[in-house]
């Protein structure tokens, strides 16, 4: 495993963690905030700057925002500009079925905040309840005991001795290429059939927008409003078409799709500045992975990802962050069977739906029959939520190790870079 050299900008406080959570955006800084509101000593490491944006459709479904009003952090969302979604609209084909959001005071409407609002606001939660979170950082390696048990992460920057830091359990947050993944060599339960690319831009959008969402037979679209008065526009086509049509430049493909789809939402997307930038997403099946091991776990994408044609990327990633700091505080090997059954039995159902979209080999006829399903996973998914305590750690609770290593220890800990398990606790 090739290391990540940097300059180290800063280093952790301690030697020992009781969870060390690589990745520090929606996932993990979520994880790392419910952690240290149930009194763990947390650290979190993120490589990007504190505050910067990413690629992401920003939409929230109910489940997201229900986590986000339970944690007191929906307020400070819609305080920070980010507008309250009211309606969604689908259109099929020519057909529009518009469905008003039911407001109550926990789900008020759906939100879309711009990552370098919601990122930012989990963070400085995290920080708030006593995490200690580090970015510009970057994580060079796992190291484990003999018995192959993950004990803690190893930081390396250029001209300077490598630091360890152990933890009772660490936490790979770290997205689709997750390093943590890699060095516990975390196994795919299942894999994806399919996937679709994405291409994004920005454009000036009305206040009161709601979500609209684009089919006709073989691409799709959506319109998204977020912060700064802005929609996110998204073109979305088969992985293959992608390869054929877009090669040459993403701007003209990506409209001619938009056109495609509807005019006014191609008119729309042209409200844009002509050096505004396009990102893209070429695509990705979904999988879902071994969730946990010997002294780790992992959560958001690094866990189980699923194409962003349904938006429920940072739904699945809250949910999961809350369900993983319950077995983490639990410190039983009964309550992360019970986190990784309940994960896979959310994850399949919403895997199976966003496949069947992302595989567009549907019509619009029997489109409408998968949405609705979907809607219905989404209830019951909000039901289950609203029926859960908060995380938080039992008087009688043991921590998941009581090992304690120094940070620099170069005993019988191995580097997990090059020992690698997937052994289960």
Request: glycine residues 8%.
């Given at each position: 495993m090739?290391?990540?050299?940097?300059?180290?900008?800063?280093?952790?406080?301690?030697g020992?963690?009781?969870?060390?959570?690589v990745?520090?955006?929606?996932?993990?800084?979520?994880?790392?905030?419910?952690?240290?509101?149930?009194?763990?000593?947390?650290?979190?490491?993120?490589?990007?700057?504190?505050g910067?944006?990413?690629?992401?459709?920003h939409?929230?479904m109910?489940?997201?925002?229900?986590?986000?009003?339970?944690?007191?952090?929906?307020?400070?969302?819609?305080?920070?500009?980010?507008?309250?979604?009211?309606?969604t609209?689908?259109?099929?084909?020519?057909?529009?079925?518009?469905?008003?959001?039911?407001?109550?005071?926990?789900l008020?409407g759906?939100?879309?905040?711009?990552?370098?609002?919601?990122?930012?606001?989990?963070?400085?939660?995290?920080?708030?309840?006593?995490?200690?979170i580090?970015?510009?950082?970057?994580?060079?390696?796992?190291?484990?005991?003999?018995?192959?048990?993950v004990?803690g992460?190893?930081?390396?920057?250029?001209?300077?001795?490598?630091?360890?830091?152990?933890?009772?359990?660490?936490?790979?947050?770290?997205?689709?290429?997750?390093?943590?993944?890699?060095?516990?060599?975390?196994?795919?339960?299942?894999?994806?059939?399919?996937?679709?690319?994405?291409?994004?831009?920005?454009a000036?959008?009305?206040?009161g927008?709601?979500?609209?969402?684009?089919?006709?037979?073989?691409i799709a679209?959506?319109?998204?409003?977020t912060?700064?008065?802005?929609?996110?526009?998204?073109?979305?086509?088969?992985?293959?078409?992608?390869?054929?049509?877009?090669r040459?430049?993403?701007?003209?493909a990506?409209?001619?799709?938009?056109?495609?789809?509807?005019?006014?939402?191609?008119?729309?997307?042209?409200?844009?500045?002509k050096?505004?930038?396009?990102?893209?997403?070429?695509?990705?099946?979904?999988?879902?992975?071994?969730?946990?091991?010997p002294?780790?776990?992992?959560?958001?994408?690094?866990?189980?990802?699923?194409?962003?044609?349904?938006?429920?990327?940072?739904?699945?990633?809250?949910?999961?962050?809350?369900?993983?700091?319950?077995?983490?505080?639990?410190?039983?090997?009964?309550?992360?069977?019970?986190?990784?059954?309940?994960?896979?039995?959310?994850?399949?159902?919403?895997?199976?739906?966003?496949?069947?979209?992302?595989?567009?080999?549907?019509?619009?006829?029997?489109?409408?029959?998968?949405?609705?399903?979907?809607?219905?996973?989404?209830?019951?998914?909000?039901?289950?939520?609203?029926?859960?305590?908060?995380?938080?750690?039992r008087?009688?609770?043991?921590?998941?190790?009581?090992?304690?290593?120094?940070?620099?220890?170069?005993?019988?800990?191995?580097?997990?870079?090059r020992?690698?398990?997937?052994?289960?606790?």
């Open positions: 090739a290391n990540n050299l940097i300059s180290l900008m800063a280093a952790p406080k301690h020992h963690y009781d969870a060390i959570v990745g520090a955006r929606c996932a993990g800084a979520a994880t790392a905030m419910l952690l240290a509101r149930a009194g763990l000593k947390v650290l979190a490491i993120d490589r990007k700057p504190y910067s944006d990413m690629l992401s459709t939409a929230l109910r489940p997201a925002v229900l986590q986000l009003w339970r944690w007191g952090l929906l307020k400070p969302l819609l305080k920070a500009g980010t507008p309250l979604i009211e309606t609209t689908f259109h099929y084909g020519d057909e529009e079925i518009t469905i008003p959001l039911a407001a109550s005071s926990d008020p759906l939100i879309a905040p711009r990552r370098t609002v919601l990122d930012r606001i989990l963070v400085d939660a995290a920080r708030k309840a006593g995490a200690e580090l970015h510009e950082v970057a994580v060079g390696g796992l190291f484990a005991d003999t018995r192959g048990r004990r992460i190893e930081i390396r920057a250029a001209g300077r001795t490598a630091v360890r830091v152990s933890a009772d359990i660490v936490v790979g947050a770290d997205g689709i290429g997750s390093l943590v993944a890699k060095c516990v060599d975390a196994q795919p339960l299942r894999r994806g059939a399919v996937s679709a690319a994405h291409v994004y831009g920005y000036p959008v009305e206040p927008a709601g979500y609209h969402w684009y089919f006709r037979d073989g679209g959506s319109l998204i409003p912060n700064d008065s802005l929609a996110c526009i998204v073109a979305s086509v088969p992985t293959g078409l992608f390869d054929q049509r877009f040459l430049g993403h701007a003209r990506r409209m001619d799709v938009l056109e495609a789809l509807s005019p006014a939402l191609a008119a729309q997307a042209a409200r844009a500045p050096d505004a930038r396009l990102q893209a997403f070429r695509g990705v099946p979904g999988y879902i992975r071994q969730p946990h091991g002294g780790w776990a992992l959560v958001g994408d690094a866990g189980f990802f699923r194409d962003p044609i349904t938006s429920h990327g940072i739904s699945d990633a809250l949910r999961d962050a809350e369900s993983l700091a319950r077995a983490i505080l639990s410190g039983s090997e009964a309550a992360f069977a019970v986190w990784q059954q309940q994960r896979d039995m959310i994850a399949n159902q919403i895997l199976d739906t966003t496949d069947a979209i992302a595989g567009f080999d549907w019509t619009l006829d029997d489109l409408g029959e998968r949405h609705r399903r979907f809607s219905a996973v989404l209830k019951a998914e909000v039901q289950a939520l609203a029926g859960q305590p908060m995380p938080a750690r008087a009688t609770a043991s921590k998941p190790s009581t090992y304690r290593a120094p940070a620099n220890q170069d005993g019988p800990p191995a580097d997990f870079s020992n690698r398990t997937g052994a289960r606790p």
